[in-house]
């Protein structure tokens, strides 16, 4: 039986509220997520260990393209959606449209927040409004835009 996990973000923060009056330590990480790496599976795994429920905000594809450039995403925002809900650990996935989500993170007031080790701790967005930021070791050897070099160098 499938479960979805993506939610707007009004959905989103109902169940967030009912999971805080619960005592539940609510985690947050965030990416594009294109082309889905052991990389990703090891900082969601990690994120995960960090609290009771993990939210993964994941770049919608208009802000991927103003991040990444207009060849990117390589997987349209659906599919990635669909993959991220595949994930055992991710219990939540909101799409978001902006550079950053901010806007979310602040509406949603994470217990912590937890981003790559290649982050700075004053680069984090939403480091001001949650109450604990970890910064998770990188599994060396795996970007996304490293993998879609390798692909392009070997065609």
Request: aromatic letters at 6%.
């Amino acid at each position: 039986m499938k479960t979805k996990k993506v939610y707007s973000l009004k959905a989103l923060l109902k169940l967030i509220d009912s999971f805080k009056a619960q005592k539940k330590k609510i985690v947050f990480t965030n990416g594009c997520f294109d082309i889905l790496h052991p990389g990703h599976l090891s900082l969601l795994r990690q994120a995960k260990s960090k609290g009771d429920v993990l939210v993964v905000g994941m770049n919608s594809d208009s802000s991927v393209r103003k991040i990444k450039g207009s060849s990117r995403p390589i997987f349209n925002q659906n599919h990635r959606s669909q993959i991220l809900e595949a994930i055992e650990v991710v219990d939540y996935v909101l799409i978001f449209n902006g550079d950053t989500p901010y806007r979310e993170i602040a509406k949603l007031k994470p217990d912590v927040l937890a981003k790559g080790g290649d982050w700075a701790k004053n680069e984090i967005v939403g480091a001001d409004i949650a109450k604990k930021v970890i910064r998770i070791k990188l599994k060396p050897g795996y970007s996304t835009t490293g993998i879609i070099k390798k692909i392009k160098s070997r065609a």
